[in-house]
């Protein structure tokens, strides 16, 4: 069975746009998610008309599933223009039988977890879409939810619910064209798959891990090992016969905020240990601000007297994130020329990082305060240097969080390429200006000093 998934807009076409969100990157998101779970699960062959943020035509996206001679087509869209709820949609002109059938167990499929959520079925419809008139198979168009309607937009935003939902198209298009599932893997007899939720040069770090575990349901016990000489406690949160459980829990860990939890694989072979990471090399994106907010804003103002005054912001907010806040900072002063927003992105837009700025035509997101705008940098900061969940009590406002792949960036020099395209010294020139507010900021301490040992004379 060969199906085409088809993430609605792209490139320069955004689809529906409000506030700072674009339609196009939810599609992707979705389309991708569905892509993955039938790959995982089923006996299919999954094509994409797009897997990035491209410009497609809808003659294109016709032609590439009728050339590849596709037996389903599925394109996935997000709604707009006063609504909520979600719709599906076949041709609206004669299609056979089996399309209306598929239409309706795609539907209730996604309905049937997605009612959990509260959302609103507003019902199998038909319509004269070209992707709908053009294809040469069974072909079907989801609208998800509304992007402009603020219950919906919630829920959008909300990374299990787009897991549910898009498991729940995957399944729906997987019992409608009665695709073979794909068998379980195994378990090797004698096999034991133990979830280490960390492991602890002190004890008590260990008890207060373990403490962390019961708080939230996960029974938790610690256990002493030694490697190469050294002793650790280990804190085990579960061990399990079918490694796919094991690594459940090790999801569930890390959306707790335990990114460093493993798998320590135990049976006839000897215990597998983690591989040990690479040491980062380079000055990291988390870390603690050094510098006072003070300097910071100092030294724009002596090139931009008109800066707003947001050191202090980024240094209160970049904390909560353990993101170094000052150099944050400094990335800003790069991104907006000193707050002088010489490029494509405006000031009232709020945007310090040109979040989503790729050209004329495309000024990136705004922003409706400067704290929200500083959030923004921060969470997108934030996505490429970790991979653990927003700070406890946090709501996500970066638009394309989710568009990252998380962890990719632990330090500043590796946004090369990332942040910027080209941008081969990026991150390079952020630490330049960095560097620049460290030398002010021990000049002043030196003028500190001498004022000191000067008034410490004088008591002689």
């Known amino acids: 069975m060969r199906i085409v998934i088809d993430p609605g807009h792209g490139g320069s076409d955004t689809g529906a746009v409000y506030k700072q969100y674009r339609e196009k990157d939810f599609n992707l998101k979705v389309s991708l998610l ?30 590439f599933a009728n050339n590849r001679k596709a037996d389903f087509f599925c394109s996935i869209h997000h709604n707009a223009a006063g609504g909520r709820g979600f719709e599906s949609f076949i041709f609206n ?52 939810l509304f992007v402009d309607n603020e219950h919906d937009l919630k829920l959008i ?13 995957a399944i729906g298009i997987a019992k ?35 403490q962390f575990l019961s708080n939230n349901k996960i029974e938790a016990y610690i256990y002493p090992i030694t490697i190469d000489g050294t002793k650790f406690y280990r804190v085990q949160a579960g061990a399990f016969s079918e490694k796919k459980n094991a690594e459940d829990r090790v999801a569930a860990l890390k959306r707790l905020g335990i ?40 030294l724009v103002k002596r090139i931009n007297p008109n800066a707003p005054n947001l050191a202090s912001l980024y240094i209160e907010i970049g904390k909560k994130y353990g993101i170094r806040g000052d150099t944050a900072y400094a990335q800003a002063v ?12 405006k000031p009232e837009q709020n945007n310090y990082a040109g979040i989503g700025a790729t050209g004329p035509e495309e000024p990136g997101a705004s922003f409706a305060t400067p704290r929200e705008g500083v959030t923004a940098h921060i969470q997108h900061l934030y996505a490429y240097a970790s991979k653990a969940g927003l700070p406890e009590g946090e709501t996500l406002v970066d638009p394309r969080f989710n568009l990252v792949s998380r962890g990719s960036a632990p330090t500043w020099v590796a946004l090369n390429g990332k942040w910027a395209v080209p941008g081969t010294n990026y991150g390079q020139l952020i630490l330049g200006i960095y560097d620049k507010v460290i030398d002010y900021e021990v000049s002043k301490l030196n003028e500190q000093l001498d004022l000191l040992e000067k008034t410490k004379q004088q008591l002689d």
């Open 334 to 345: 790069h991104e907006t020329n000193y707050f002088r927003f010489t490029g494509v992105v």
């Open 157 to 169: 935003l909300n990374d299990q619910f787009v897991r549910d939902v898009s498991k729940a198209i």
């Open 34 to 63: 569905v892509r993955d779970h039938l790959l995982k699960s089923y006996e299919a062959e999954i094509l994409m008309t797009r897997t990035t943020d491209k410009t497609m035509a809808l003659k294109e996206r016709t032609d």
């Open 176 to 210: 409608a064209l009665n695709l073979k599932e794909k068998p379980a893997p195994s378990p090797d007899p004698g096999t034991l798959y133990k979830v280490i939720a960390g492991s602890f040069n002190e004890e008590e770090n260990a008890k207060e891990r373990a």
């Open 259 to 298: 990114p460093d939890a493993f798998i320590v694989t135990e049976g006839k072979s000897d215990p597998e240990e983690p591989p040990q990471p690479e040491p980062i090399k380079g000055f990291t994106i988390l870390g603690s601000s050094v510098l006072a907010a003070s300097n910071l804003q100092a």
């Open 93 to 144: 002109g004669t299609v056979p039988d089996r399309t209306k059938q598929i239409q309706t167990v795609v539907h209730k499929e996604f309905m049937f977890t997605a009612k959990k959520y509260g959302v609103n079925d507003r019902g199998q419809k038909r319509a004269n879409f070209y992707v709908l008139r053009n294809t040469r198979m069974n072909a079907l168009l989801l609208e998800v």
